[in-house]
C-alpha cells in the first residue's frame, strides 16, 4: 500500500496496523488503571478510562462503526501513559492508543471549526522557523504590555477558547546566548553527543538547550548539534497524524546521518519518547527501519546519560527548596522518575519536595491543552494546588509544555513560582551561581 492509497475499511478501523487484538486481550479489566488516569480521576466515566477505550477498540475491530461518540472518547485520552505504570498486568496502552489515533485521523472526519484549529497548530508548533519567527513579536507583545492592555479592555475574552489558552500559555520571553555548532569538552572528552535543540524548546526555552550543552561539556562530552534541526515528528504522532511524524522522523534521521556520534541527547521529555519510538514509527520504511533502531539505540535524556556517565564536574552549594514535577512521558512513557532525583539530591544543600498526586497529568500533554482546554484547565487547576502545598520555592521539569501549562494555572490563582529545567538546576550548581541565578 502506498502513502497516498485508502486502505479498505473493517468496522471502525482499515487494515494498516489498526489497534491489536492480542494487546487488547491483555487488558483483564482489572481497574487498577481508574485511578491513574487524569480523565477518570475528572468525570469517573468508564468509557474515558483506559479500560473503556480498549473496550472501545475491541468493538471497532469486530465491527462497530467509528462513531462521534467513539471519537470523542479516545479525543478525551492525554495519552499520558499513567495507566502503563499502574497496570499489573504490562497492557500497552502507549502503543493501543498511538494506533488507534493514527486510524481516527485516516477515518473520521472533524468538523470545520476543529479542522481550522488543527491546521493553524500543525502548521506551526511542529516548524522550529516559524517559532522562532514568533519569538521577536511576543517579547514585543509581552514588552508592551498588550497583553494586560487587552485584557483590560476585555477583547481577549471575546476569542475562541482554544486561542484565550494559546496566548496565556505564552512563556516570558527574554534574551539568551546562542549555540553554535560544537561545544568542546572541558576537560578529558568521556563521549561524543549529538543535541536535538527541539521546536518549542528552541523556540521558547533557549536557555534550557544552552544549560544542557554547557553540564554536558563540564562533565567531559564533546556536543555537536547539527543545524538546520526540524520536528522529530512528536506532536504530529501523540496526535494520530502519522505520515506527517513518518516525514519528520526521516528527516532528523537525515539530519543525524552523518554525526559521528556515541549518542543522541534531548532535553525534552514528549520529544525522547517519540524518538525512542521511531522503530515502531518507521518500521515498514525499508530505507529508514534500521536506520531508527540503530538511532533509538543511541537516544538518551539528559538525565539519563548524567546517570549512566556518572558526574565529574565539582557542585556548588544552592539552598534551595524544589518541588519536581515528573513529565508524564518521561516517568511513564520513558519509565525515568530516579535519575533526575538522584541527580538533584547530589547538589549540595539543594532540597527536594515531591509533589501529592504525581502520577496525574499537569494537563498540558503536548497539544492536549490546546484542543481539550476545559478538562486541561481543570487539571492544571489541581497541579498547580499540588504544587502550592508543597511549599517549595521553586518547581522543576523536564517538559516546555509541562513549564507552561502549570505556569498558567498558578497565575490563574493570583500566585507565581519560579521554574527550570533540571539540567538548569545542574548548570547553576556547577557555575556556582546562587539560585537567584534560576527561574523566571
Not at 470545520?112 to 516559524?130: H, K, M, N, Q
Request: proline residues 6%.
Amino acid at each position: 500500500m502506498t502513502e497516498n492509497s485508502a486502505p479498505d475499511v473493517f468496522g471502525a478501523f482499515d487494515a494498516q496496523h489498526p489497534p491489536q487484538r492480542e494487546l487488547i486481550d491483555d487488558c483483564v479489566h482489572c481497574g487498577f488503571c481508574l485511578p491513574a488516569c487524569p480523565t477518570y480521576d475528572l468525570w469517573g466515566e468508564e468509557m474515558d478510562s483506559p479500560r473503556g477505550r480498549i473496550y472501545l477498540m475491541k468493538e471497532g475491530l469486530e465491527g462497530e462503526p467509528m462513531s462521534d461518540s467513539m471519537v470523542g472518547h479516545f479525543d478525551n485520552c492525554l495519552g499520558c501513559m499513567a495507566c502503563v505504570t499502574a497496570c499489573p498486568s504490562g497492557v500497552q496502552y502507549g502503543t493501543l492508543i498511538t494506533e488507534t489515533r493514527a486510524q481516527v485521523e485516516r477515518q473520521h472526519k472533524r468538523g470545520r471549526g476543529e479542522r481550522l484549529l488543527r491546521g493553524i497548530i500543525f502548521s506551526t508548533f511542529p516548524y522550529p522557523r516559524r517559532l522562532k519567527a514568533m519569538r521577536g513579536a511576543l517579547a514585543l507583545y509581552q514588552r508592551l504590555r498588550i497583553d494586560k492592555l487587552l485584557r483590560r479592555s476585555g477583547l481577549l475574552a471575546k476569542l475562541p477558547e482554544n486561542l484565550q489558552v494559546m496566548e496565556s500559555l505564552a512563556p516570558p520571553i527574554s534574551r539568551t546566548t546562542k549555540l553554535g555548532r560544537h561545544v568542546p569538552a572541558q576537560r578529558n572528552r568521556r563521549a561524543t553527543v549529538g543535541m536535538i535543540t527541539g521546536c518549542v524548546q528552541g523556540a521558547f526555552f533557549p536557555d534550557v538547550n544552552v544549560a544542557t550543552a554547557r553540564v554536558l561539556a563540564a562533565e567531559g562530552c564533546d556536543v555537536v548539534i547539527p543545524k538546520p534541526q526540524g520536528c522529530c515528528g512528536a506532536l504530529s504522532e501523540h496526535s494520530g497524524r502519522e505520515q506527517e511524524a513518518v516525514k519528520f522522523a526521516r528527516k532528523l534521521l537525515d539530519t543525524f546521518e552523518e554525526a559521528d556520534v556515541d549518542y543522541v541527547v534531548i532535553n525534552s521529555a514528549g520529544c525522547g519518547s517519540a524518538l525512542k519510538e521511531y522503530p515502531r514509527l518507521l518500521r515498514d520504511d525499508p530505507d529508514y527501519a534500521e536506520r531508527a533502531e540503530r538511532f533509538s539505540a543511541r537516544v538518551r535524556d539528559i538525565s539519563e546519560l548524567l546517570t549512566e556517565l556518572g558526574p565529574v564536574a565539582e557542585r556548588h552549594p544552592l539552598p534551595v527548596q524544589i518541588a519536581y514535577h515528573d513529565a508524564c512521558h518521561l516517568s511513564h512513557g520513558q519509565g525515568i522518575r530516579s535519575q533526575p532525583r538522584e541527580l538533584l539530591a547530589a547538589v549540595p544543600e539543594l532540597e527536594i519536595r515531591e509533589i501529592n498526586r504525581a502520577e496525574l497529568c499537569c494537563g498540558s500533554a503536548g497539544v492536549y491543552n490546546l484542543l481539550q482546554p476545559r478538562a486541561a484547565r481543570e487539571l492544571g487547576d489541581r497541579k498547580a494546588e499540588n504544587v502550592l502545598a508543597t511549599g517549595a520555592s521553586m518547581l522543576v521539569t523536564a517538559n516546555p509544555g509541562c513549564s507552561m501549562q502549570i505556569r498558567n494555572a498558578l497565575e490563574r490563582r493570583g500566585e507565581q513560582l519560579p521554574m527550570a529545567h533540571t539540567v538548569q538546576i545542574l548548570d547553576a550548581s556547577i557555575r556556582g551561581l546562587g539560585a537567584r541565578s534560576l527561574g523566571t
